[in-house]
């Protein structure tokens, strides 16, 4: 199934959209938080994977919301960013250039949570539209005309890419995660998912949090890693995530990487059910999302900005 075979069609689901709009639903563009993204040095082969906390530079500088960084490429990554007019942008930055460059620039959106799609031609991102629609729409790395996709599903709340479907949590009561395979056949996977939706590397799968299954462990809620394999539609457990933390990673189809604080954390989900603290930084906030670059050389955190 293509991407393109969810593009806009010429349905009428405007009823449906006031609805949602009608119940309050609070969109993205609502009270972010300050935070900064800082780029560290890493390293993966055979003897492991180590993190040079040392190597931590803050790329951006200044109070306002810098967040959801992914990388594109082995160079370059993009992120959702806020100008001082209280608009929010997807950016481009290369590492190696040191230079920022607007993939958008609208004035009456909000573009969040920007990724790559599988075909390399386009930035995804949830797009909080001039009505207060809440979609995923495709941005063209040439700069050309931005694309909707899937149009009849929404408010998109956060999203996974798995090769050219994207699993979609839908703001609900209870959220919803729901997996296209089609404009007809759109499976509902789980309710309550966490906002970290990611395709395990090398597999069929897609893993989130359960936090419909949470437990309270030294004093910190934890919840379920659900793995759903898009293959047989079957859900099954990959262990407790971190406690007191909700974004993860993975660097390898094994190694998962979660964030606790100022330190970072390391699962092989294939051997241990143990998180192992592998990296401690010495930075002003605490780290909330991760990313990590292709070659696995490079890990992009967020962090609370307390300026």
């Known amino acids: 199934m293509s991407l393109h075979s969810f593009k806009k069609q010429p349905f009428a689901y405007i009823t449906i959209i006031i609805l949602i709009q009608l119940i309050g639903i609070i969109s993205y563009a609502h009270a972010q938080d300050p935070a900064d993204i800082y780029l560290v040095d890493t390293k993966n082969n055979i003897l492991g994977f180590k993190i040079f906390p040392k190597t931590a530079t803050r790329i951006t500088k200044g109070e306002l919301y810098n967040n959801q960084p992914k990388f594109i490429n082995d160079l370059q990554l993009v992120f959702s960013a806020e100008d001082p007019s209280g608009n929010f942008d997807v950016i481009m930055y290369n590492w190696e250039s040191g230079k920022f460059s607007n993939m958008t620039r609208t004035q009456n959106k909000h573009e ?5 799609t599988n075909c390399g031609q386009y930035i995804s991102a949830i797009t909080v539209e001039e009505d207060s629609s809440q979609r995923l729409w495709l941005y063209p790395i040439n700069l050309g005309e931005p694309e909707l996709l899937y149009d009849d599903i929404q408010p998109v709340g956060y999203y996974g890419w798995h090769e050219d479907i994207a699993a979609l949590s839908v703001i609900d009561e209870p959220s919803r995660l729901v997996y296209p395979y089609s404009r007809e056949d759109v499976h509902e996977v789980a309710l309550n998912p966490g906002r970290s939706i990611q395709q395990r590397p090398n597999t069929t799968e897609i893993v989130f949090l359960d936090k419909n299954s949470n437990i309270v462990a030294d ?22 995530a971190l406690g007191g933390s909700e974004d993860f990673c993975w660097v390898d189809k094994n190694k998962l990487l979660m964030a606790r604080g100022k330190e970072l954390y390391l699962r092989q989900v294939n051997k241990s059910i143990q998180w192992e ?12 999302r991760i990313s990590i670059s292709p070659d696995h050389k490079k890990l992009a955190l967020t962090v609370a900005s307390l300026n």
């Open 112 to 116: 969040f949570s920007p990724d790559l």
């Open 219 to 240: 004093g910190r809620t934890t919840y379920e890693l659900k793995s759903f394999d898009t293959e047989t539609r079957e859900t099954s457990s990959l262990g407790l």
């Open 277 to 288: 603290k592998i990296a401690t930084f010495d930075i002003p906030g605490d780290i909330s």
